[in-house]
């Protein structure tokens, strides 16, 4: 977050904070330290802002974009740090998005300005009626039409290597240990979902190569999806609709590094522990974060159950830092958060206030 008067709505892209999880730490009976990278807190609300203004500016100076002159197509889960930059930039702007992507998200990309084209959820990616496919359609019957492409462009990646990777390692390293938090001023464990796969593997790059070469990268994938690693993790539920937005697939997108020692090791989640998450994190930490984020903090403490991941949940001072890709409000009217925030058991406060009330009624009736 920066302190000074900035010139556009891009410079607010980034810069996000990384926030202990303490209370959820203490629940889970962790030693480690359990950190938040909260990226709802960019300016146009996800991790997304990040490589659509890498993309963006690349494309610009390789002279793929005119201004005033490009149309703008992307297949996207929604997430609308696209149209961020291109209703700064003057872009005309298609999105094409499964039908399952929240009405929230549809409308902000609307009122940025951008034509939203639904697909159906049950076309495979390579079907011409898939999100991908009408895309590339759309593209050749265009004028001027140019598709970005975040499954295969490199400005992915190449944007969490050079900026949220390198955000991540200052937050460690600039804050002290001291005796009442103890810190390994390092990143031990970073823990990421997959959609692209770009995120993780940018940061994972940059913690490694510059940071600490023995981090561990855990990959989070749905069950339904084929993204973990081996391909035996993804026979349970092959194929299965899954809810959580904008995580898994059913291929291997370009930009999801399959080289030995980007990710470490895969947790495949389902739509209930991830939504439970995000009642956690919601209730305990004050955080509102999207169900992708639920999936991730899941697959994190799935991990630190683990063989490997025991040594380090057990031991004060090492950093776990989870990726927390975008914020609860792309999804409020989405049924799953509606059943928790609107249909939950009342609470003994809201009982005891409710008796409050209807003696005060019963009273002035007198």
């Not at 499964?98 to 998200?105: G, I, L, Q, T």
């Not at 011409?128 to 895309?135: F, K, L, Q, R």
């Not at 050079?162 to 390994?184: K, N, Q």
């Amino acid at each position: 977050m920066s302190p000074r008067i900035l010139d556009s709505a891009l410079d607010a892209v980034g810069n996000t904070p990384l926030i202990r999880l303490d209370k959820i730490a203490a629940e889970e009976g962790l030693k480690c330290n359990l950190l938040g990278k909260l990226e709802c807190l960019s300016a146009g609300g996800s991790v997304k802002d990040r490589i659509a203004k890498a993309m963006v500016l690349a494309a610009e100076k390789e002279g793929t974009l005119i201004p005033g002159q490009s149309v703008v197509i992307e297949p996207t889960s929604g997430n609308t740090g696209l149209s961020l930059h291109f209703a700064h930039k003057g872009y005309s702007v298609i999105i094409t998005m499964p039908n399952k992507m929240s009405r929230e998200k549809e409308a902000i990309l609307r009122a940025l300005g951008a034509q939203v084209i639904r697909t159906p959820d049950e076309e495979s990616w390579d079907s011409p009626n898939s999100h991908i496919g009408v895309a590339k359609r759309l593209q050749r019957e265009i004028p001027h039409a140019v598709i970005l492409d975040q499954y295969r462009n490199p400005n992915n990646p190449l944007a969490h290597e050079y900026t949220t990777g390198p955000e991540i390692i200052d937050a460690v390293t600039s804050t002290p240990s001291c005796s009442s938090r103890p810190s390994s001023m390092k990143v031990d464990v970073f823990v990421a979902s997959a959609g692209t796969g770009g995120t993780i593997t940018g940061i994972s790059r940059a913690l490694k190569k510059t940071h600490n070469s023995e981090c561990i990268v855990v990959g989070i994938d749905p069950v339904g999806s084929i993204l973990a690693c081996p391909d035996s993790l993804n026979s349970q539920g092959l194929g299965k609709s899954y809810a959580v937005e904008g995580i898994g697939y059913d291929f291997i997108p370009q930009v999801l590094s399959r080289d030995p020692g980007v990710v470490d090791s895969w947790i495949k989640t389902t739509d209930e522990a991830a939504f439970h998450a995000v009642q956690r994190l919601m209730k305990r930490e004050g955080l509102l974060v999207g169900g992708s984020s639920g999936s991730t903090l899941t697959g994190a403490l799935t991990w630190l159950k683990s063989e490997q991941g025991r040594k380090v949940a057990e031991t004060d001072g090492m950093n776990v830092v989870v990726l927390l890709p975008d914020g609860v409000r792309n999804y409020m009217s989405k049924e799953w958060f509606l059943n928790f925030a609107l249909a939950s058991e009342p609470t003994q406060l809201a009982s005891e206030s409710d008796g409050v009330l209807e003696a005060s009624m019963q009273r002035a009736s007198l």
